[in-house]
């Protein structure tokens, strides 16, 4: 048995710490705010989350909350299709999960209450000791530990990384996202909807299910619009009427789902970062989740890869006993799948969002004409469920649910 910290109380640390706990280790979970919470509005759970939820006895509580999306479709302001991806060309019957990022949060959180895993909050951790045995000094000065090994699991935003990782890149997305809910008024029921005008702007309609404590039959959609980070306190400033009357032109669905909004105080800030580490480990500290592969949202793979990420370590733990061995096998099962979708992510963020208005007609003609072909297709959903590991390539899924025996 191993003592184990987790440094953040989000999706992947919440969850390393079920797996963990269940096996046996004594898990501590350290959490900067006093309640935590979620930050966002909606996440896509892909076959790949699913398989891990299914392994943690949630996903049938998941199921009863989200909306099943079939598809993903994109069309341009003049009506081209430029996105048609379907989970039934990655395998017949499968899905995403469109999920309120409360309603995850809040199963991953209940499991934690009801396991009595420890939960210490209103610690935000500063920093990580490593001579000797590893301690954690927070904000107060207050020392926890010893541990015989740290998770950091704080985010992309995470200031830990700066100091124990080994950081090759963590820009900021130039482009980030404003978010609401809103109630289904039927256009976007089943399918992930997004619009394009040139690379600038894009909108898009998600739906979410509902959050727990609402009644079934409840159906809302996470509303989102794409904008520069540096624009946000303009078009804040210029008021949401004026955003009414261009939303008219560009996509009148979408502009009903903004109608009866006040302000836009009501859109939720979302910012991301590009986040590459040259190892997630630094002696016996790792790093999992978004503090150590942060992406742009495009492929909608950030809390399914951190689920990932504490399913393969539970695995690893299992294997190898020994923590430094079993931090090596971690490393090795999950480089080439964060890899690529750290790749992937980048190469199609500036298709959609971006300055470059000219790459456009590249990504319609590649997106909107070759996907249509058999192969292609099966490619991009394939992408799309988060199990690729390359062109023809796939993460089993078999094993995240069932657990790797190797």
């Known amino acids: 048995m191993n003592a184990i910290a987790i440094v953040g109380c989000g999706v992947a640390g919440q969850a390393a710490a079920l ?8 898990v501590e979970i350290f959490e900067r ?19 891990v939820l299914e392994r943690l006895g949630l996903l049938d509580a998941a199921l009863a909350h989200g909306a099943k999306v079939t598809r993903m479709l994109g069309h341009t302001v003049r009506g081209r299709v430029v996105l048609d991806v379907r989970y039934e060309h990655f395998r017949p019957g499968s899905f995403g999960l469109g999920l309120q990022r409360g309603t995850l949060f809040g199963l991953l959180h209940e499991a934690v209450a009801r396991d009595g895993i420890a939960l210490r909050t209103g610690a935000e951790i500063a920093e990580i000791e490593t001579a000797g045995a590893l301690r954690l000094l927070d904000a107060r000065g207050r020392r926890h530990g010893p541990f015989d090994l740290v998770l950091v699991a704080d985010g992309a935003e995470s200031a830990l990384r700066a100091k124990h990782g080994a950081v090759v890149r963590a820009p900021r997305y130039p482009y980030g996202a404003l978010w609401t809910v809103r109630d289904e008024r039927g256009a976007a029921t089943g399918m992930l909807r997004q619009r394009f005008d040139g690379t600038r702007r894009m909108a898009g309609l998600l739906p979410i299910g509902r959050l727990p404590g609402q009644p079934p039959g409840t159906r809302q959609v996470a509303v989102f619009w794409s904008l520069p980070n540096e624009r946000v306190e303009a078009w804040r400033a210029a008021g949401i009427e004026a955003w009414r009357r261009e939303l ?11 109608d009866g909004i006040p302000d ?21 500290i790792l790093f999992i989740g978004d503090a150590a592969h ?26 190898e006993p ?16 964060v890899r690529f979708y750290q790749w992937a992510s980048r190469w199609l963020t500036p298709l959609f969002q971006s300055e470059r208005d000219w790459l456009a007609p590249f990504r319609n003609l590649a997106m909107g004409t070759f996907g249509r072909w058999p192969i292609a297709r099966g490619e991009a959903a394939a ?4 199990v690729s590991l390359g062109p023809f390539r796939r993460l089993d899924l078999e094993t995240l649910r069932n657990g790797s025996r190797r």
């Open 322 to 337: 020994e923590i430094d061995a079993a931090l090596a096998l971690y490393d090795a099962r999950r480089r080439r799948h």
């Open 248 to 258: 008219a032109g560009y996509w009148p669905d979408y502009a009903a789902y903004v």
């Open 294 to 319: 942060g992406t742009s949202p495009q492929l909608g793979q950030g809390a399914n890869l951190g689920l990932i990420d504490a399913a393969a370590l539970a695995d690893a733990l299992a294997a």
């Open 264 to 284: 836009g105080e009501a859109f939720l800030r979302a910012k991301y970062r590009d986040v590459v580490l040259r190892t997630p480990i630094a002696g016996r």
């Open 33 to 51: 705010f006093e309640h935590p919470r979620p930050i966002g509005a909606g996440l896509l759970i892909q076959p790949t989350g699913q398989a």
């Open 19 to 26: 797996f963990l706990h269940r096996a046996g280790h004594r």
């Open 383 to 386: 992408l799309m469920a988060g």
